[in-house]
């Protein structure tokens, strides 16, 4: 297959397990000189991710000079300063059915508001399976478990995460057809709606970049990627990835830990 870049405008990366290997806290010297280089050339990159703002390495803000980053599974698109362009929360129905059902079943629910991320049911669980505790990123998650009422004052959801038993959460899926569930890690999933997706905080920044999908290239390695790796001029899954996404990809990097992101931004001379 003979890939045309002559119009690749735009790199577009997931963060976790695609430019950042898990247990790491920043991308690689060889990957940051080469989006510079790329940006010296005209091009913009984009981190795309299921993280909530609040959550974002801090290094990204060091090693990139971004304009607009895709945060929440595309429900939520900020700036650099961390100001909104544009959110998509769920809905009433769909944030009191997900509550109900974590507390039936003993998941650990983290709602991802415009703010912050907040409990709902079994804060514990939650902190434990999603951060870890005794990391910073800890003390960023409030437990609204008592009064589950951040909502009042925030609005609606703009995302959700789950941590609990595999099988558990799996009957959701019947339950909230609306809604996607994405297996994150084991006991871990990414929620979000069928109707916003991670194709979605790209679209906004085509918009404001004026350009179009040709103008992309893509980079993911999980199902929540697939969305926005589908219409992108060039796919590209991450040879860590899940078979799903590597279904719909251009090219098959090496694994992140390999610097695959850098290894295919060379290959194809787009720096």
């Known amino acids: 297959m003979t890939l045309r870049t ?14 950042i290997p898990g247990g790491e806290h920043a991308i690689s010297r060889r990957l940051k000189e080469d989006f510079d280089r790329a940006m010296a050339k005209g091009l913009k990159v984009m981190i795309n991710t299921g993280r909530h703002f ?44 997900i509550t109900l059902l974590s507390i039936e079943n003993n998941v650990g629910l983290g709602f991802k508001f415009e703010d912050r991320i907040v409990t709902y049911a079994n804060h514990e669980k939650f902190v434990e399976g999603y951060v870890q505790k005794g990391t910073p990123y800890e003390l960023t998650v409030l ?10 004052k925030h609005g609606y959801p703009l995302g959700t995460f789950m941590v609990g038993a595999d099988n558990s959460i799996r009957e959701f899926v019947r339950m ?12 871990g999933f990414d929620v979000f709606s069928s109707k916003v ?6 679209e906004a920044a085509l918009r404001a970049y004026d350009l179009k999908w040709e103008n992309v290239i893509a980079f993911g390695d ?11 001029a060039i796919a590209v899954a991450m040879e860590n990835g899940k078979d799903d996404i590597k279904s719909v990809a251009d090219i098959i990097a090496p694994p ?4 695959g992101v850098a290894r295919v931004l060379e290959e194809l001379k787009l720096v």
């Open 197 to 202: 997706t991670k194709a979605t905080s790209v």
């Open 6 to 19: 002559e119009k690749i405008k735009l790199i577009v990366c997931d963060i976790d397990g695609t430019i």
């Open 143 to 152: 437990d609204g478990t008592r009064t589950r009422n951040h909502h009042l």
């Open 256 to 259: 992140c830990r390999e610097d």
């Open 176 to 187: 909230v057809p609306d809604l996607q569930f994405a297996w994150s890690f084991r006991g």
């Open 54 to 97: 609040t959550f974002l390495q801090p290094s990204l803000f060091d090693d990139l000079p971004m304009d607009i980053v895709g945060t929440i599974n595309g429900a939520c698109v900020n700036r650099r300063n961390g100001s909104v362009i544009e959110k998509h929360p769920m809905s009433e129905a769909q944030m009191h059915m």
């Open 222 to 232: 999980a199902g929540n990627d697939t969305p926005f790796l589908k219409p992108a």
